[in-house]
T-cell receptor, first 120, second 110 residues
C-alpha cells in the first residue's frame, strides 16, 4: 500500500520479555517518527530520524527503549525487559524532508494505524 | 521548553458549533496543526496554519491563531456525529520534531 505500515497491529507479551515493533514508511519520506499513545497521557514523542543525521532520541523514556532505521527506510522500535507501564499504542509517522522549505510545504506527518502493546 | 496543552473532553449537540482550544509554549513555532484521530485509526492532518497567519477557514473548519497569547483554536461549524473523534493540536518549527498535545475527545450528541 501507499501508506505507513506498522506491524504487528497487536502484541501481547509477558512482563520481562523483549518486543520489536516495525514501521515501514511511505516511499520517499526521509523523516520518520515514533510516538506513544497511552490512556490519559496523550501522544508522547519518542524518537525522530531525519535522513542520515543522528536521531533525536530525547523522548525515549528509559534505556530499555531503542530504535534503529536501516537503509533510511524501515524502522524497528525495540523495548527490552517490558514492564506493564509500557502498555500503549505505538504510532509511527513519516514525512517529507522537514529541513527543506518549499512553497507548499506543510510539514504534514502521515501516521500508521499503530501497534497496540499489552504487557501482562 | 516545548509544551502543548488542550482540554481532554468536549461534548456538543449535533448542529451546534464546537470550539477546541490549545495553548503552546514555543514562540518560535512555524507551523501549527490540528490532527484528527478516529477510533482504531492513526492520526490524519485536518488543517494547519502558518505562524504568520491569524485565521484560516476551510469549509466547516475555522482556525484562529493568537500568537501573542500562544493560543490556537479550532471551530467546527454545524458539528455532525461523524465529527466525533480525538482532535490533537500540534506545533513544529520546521525541520524539527512535531510536538502534540494530549488530544481533546469530542463527543457529538444526536
Amino acid at each position: 500500500g501507499a501508506g505507513v505500515s506498522q506491524s504487528p497491529s497487536n502484541k501481547v507479551t509477558e512482563k520481562g520479555k523483549d518486543v520489536e515493533l516495525r514501521c515501514d514508511p511511505i516511499s520517499g519520506h526521509t523523516a520518520l517518527y515514533w510516538y506513544r499513545q497511552s490512556l490519559g497521557q496523550g501522544l508522547e514523542f519518542l524518537i525522530y530520524f531525519q535522513g542520515n543525521s543522528a536521531p533525536d532520541k530525547s523522548g525515549l523514556p528509559s534505556d530499555r527503549f531503542s530504535a534503529e532505521r536501516t537503509g533510511g527506510s524501515v524502522s524497528t522500535l525495540t523495548i527490552q525487559r517490558t514492564q506493564q507501564e509500557d502498555s500503549a499504542v505505538y504510532l509511527c509517522a513519516s514525512s517529507l524532508d522537514p529541513t527543506v522549505v518549499w512553497a507548499d510545504a506543510t510539514g504534514e506527518l502521515f501516521f500508521g494505524e499503530g501497534s497496540r502493546l499489552t504487557v501482562l | 521548553g516545548e509544551d502543548v496543552e488542550q482540554s481532554l473532553f468536549l461534548s456538543v449537540r449535533e448542529g451546534d458549533s464546537s470550539v477546541i482550544n490549545c495553548t503552546y509554549t514555543d514562540s518560535s513555532s512555524t507551523y501549527l496543526y490540528w490532527y484528527k484521530q478516529e477510533p482504531g485509526a492513526g492520526l490524519q492532518l485536518l488543517t494547519y496554519i502558518f505562524s504568520n497567519m491569524d485565521m484560516k477557514q476551510d469549509q466547516r473548519l475555522t482556525v484562529l491563531l493568537n500568537k501573542k497569547d500562544k493560543h490556537l483554536s479550532l471551530r467546527i461549524a454545524d458539528t455532525q456525529t461523524g465529527d466525533s473523534a480525538i482532535y490533537f493540536c500540534a506545533e513544529s518549527k520546521g525541520g524539527f520534531k512535531t510536538i502534540f498535545g494530549a488530544g481533546t475527545r469530542l463527543f457529538v450528541k444526536a
